[in-house]
């Protein structure tokens, strides 16, 4: 099982600008971000395959949020700019070693704590 440590989420106005890491203790075939706000389900946000180093994102990021990794670190980042309130929500980390499409949260067999992110209006 891989362990994953995020970091990174806190409170910030709309319009402003967090960034999210997420360490892995071992490299695997593609990480993610998934979220989940209060009352909806779990939510495909970004991910990139880790060899090749595509990524993906969900539409309602793309252009304001960018997944990029470390690769000396196994870690991953999400830099979120221009935040709106409904970004608000839990912000988890996944990985998997299996060749799945990365924006599924079921392909996806190791999760992070959470982390909150929240943006005031």
């Known amino acids: 099982q891989v362990q994953l440590v995020e970091s990174g989420g806190g409170l910030v106005q709309a319009g402003g600008s967090l960034r999210l890491s997420c360490e892995a203790s071992?490299?695997?075939?593609?990480m993610g971000w998934f979220r989940q706000a209060p009352g909806k389900e779990r939510e495909f946000v970004a991910a990139?395959?880790?060899?090749?180093?595509?990524?993906y994102y969900s539409d309602s990021v793309k252009g304001r949020f960018t997944i990029s990794r470390d690769n000396a670190r196994n870690t991953i980042y999400l830099q979120m700019n221009s935040l709106k309130p409904e970004d608000t929500a839990v912000y988890y980390c996944?990985?998997?070693?299996?060749?799945?499409?990365?924006?599924?949260?079921?392909?996806?067999?190791?999760w992070g704590q959470g982390t909150q992110v929240t943006v005031s209006s």
């Open positions: 996944a990985a998997t070693s299996r060749n799945i499409p990365p924006t599924v949260a079921a392909g996806y067999s190791s």
């Open positions: 071992v490299s695997r075939n593609a």
């Open positions: 990139l395959r880790w060899t090749v180093g595509n990524t």
